[in-house]
């Protein structure tokens, strides 16, 4: 196989609602990272330009639109990806971005830990060595990318925590329709395939956290972990994404970690040293509507913020109105009262 795209069948853009293809839907918007194409690195630009044509000239019957998520900007897939779409004249739109935590391995002693404050260190070690005194123990981090019984452990960590409950938002591998056995399935070949990295931190017979990441090219993706809510205030959870710093430290062959957050985390994110900047992407790979749509959204939105702009001009000019005729109205009331007569 030289690549692979799976795609979702939705509709995007809210009331001017129009169906695609896309990746930010069903489970490839809860378990992708990076929503895009897989691609063989010898073979990328044909298979990708390959994708891309069929789905042109598929557009009967089919969504005129693509719609990726989680496009990379630092990634060579993003420009090559924006080539093609200009050698095809396909007309594409970038949109809203983010960016999260990543580290870029250098020749320094310690880079990863860079963008710790001094105060947070001190605050990390305090909260380890009280652990160890409340507990008894000593913290052991354990590599346990080989280990058959991490995937079914993990899952099972996983569901005790708030991940597990759904009703208090925790979107957990037991909680995600087939999610688990995606899960179990997935990582279970990239684990026989060597491309995975499981670790966790433990003391005494105590589990503290987990994490499942795994590797591609010279990148390792921090994908999913967990942590015992038992020893959370502990700050377990820091512990353990220092310990897959080290991990990443101690692996030569990779020269990139992204910690795939989200926004939400702007915690985590703080304890890395770079960032990696994510957009989503949409385009046209239909006809002459879904291409003159997505050649227009730059000018609808600049249109939607006038809008918005004389709005709200007009709501303060028509309250403005509203008070000088009560005010008025009260001036009037008064010279036309009748004098108190006791």
């Known amino acids: 196989m030289l690549g692979a795209l799976p795609l979702v069948r939705y509709r995007i853009f809210g009331r001017a609602a129009r169906s695609c293809w896309g990746t930010n839907s069903g489970i490839l918007a809860e378990m992708a990272d990076l929503r895009v194409p897989l691609l063989d690195r010898e073979w990328a630009e044909p298979v990708l330009r390959a994708m891309l044509e069929f789905l042109h000239t598929q557009r009967t019957g089919n969504p005129g639109l693509l719609d990726l998520g989680k496009v990379p900007f630092d990634d060579p897939f993003r420009s090559m990806l924006l080539a093609v779409c200009a050698d095809l004249d396909l007309p594409y739109r970038l949109g809203d971005s983010y960016e999260r935590g990543a580290i870029v391995r250098r020749d320094e002693d310690h880079y990863w830990e860079k963008a710790i404050t001094a105060k947070r260190r001190h605050d990390i070690k305090r909260r380890k060595r009280a652990l160890e005194r409340d507990h008894g123990g000593s913290v052991v981090l354990r590599d346990r990318s080989a280990d058959q019984q991490f995937i079914p452990e993990f899952i099972d960590f996983e569901s005790n925590g708030w991940k597990g409950q759904a009703g208090s938002g925790g979107r957990g591998l037991q909680v995600s329709t087939g999610a688990a056995d995606w899960f179990s399935e997935v990582f279970g070949e990239l684990q026989r395939q060597h491309r995975v990295i ?145």
């Open 198 to 342: 499981f670790h966790s931190l433990e003391i005494g017979e105590d589990v503290l956290y987990m994490s499942a990441c795994l590797s591609s090219g010279d990148t390792m993706f921090c994908w999913r972990d967990a942590y015992a809510e038992k020893w959370a205030r502990y700050g377990t959870g820091f512990l353990g994404r220092l310990a897959a710093m080290e991990l990443f430290n101690g692996r030569p062959q990779l020269a990139y970690l992204d910690t795939t957050t989200i926004p939400e985390y702007a915690t985590t994110t703080a304890m890395y040293p770079d960032r990696r900047r994510i957009s989503a992407l949409v385009i046209a790979v239909g006809g002459l509507p879904d291409r003159s749509l997505i050649r227009s959204l730059p000018h609808l939105k600049q249109a939607g913020h006038i809008m918005a702009r004389v709005q709200a001009k007009a709501g303060v000019l028509v309250r403005s109105a509203l008070a000088k005729l009560v005010s008025i109205k009260d001036r009037l009331r008064k010279r036309t009262a009748k004098p108190f007569e006791p």
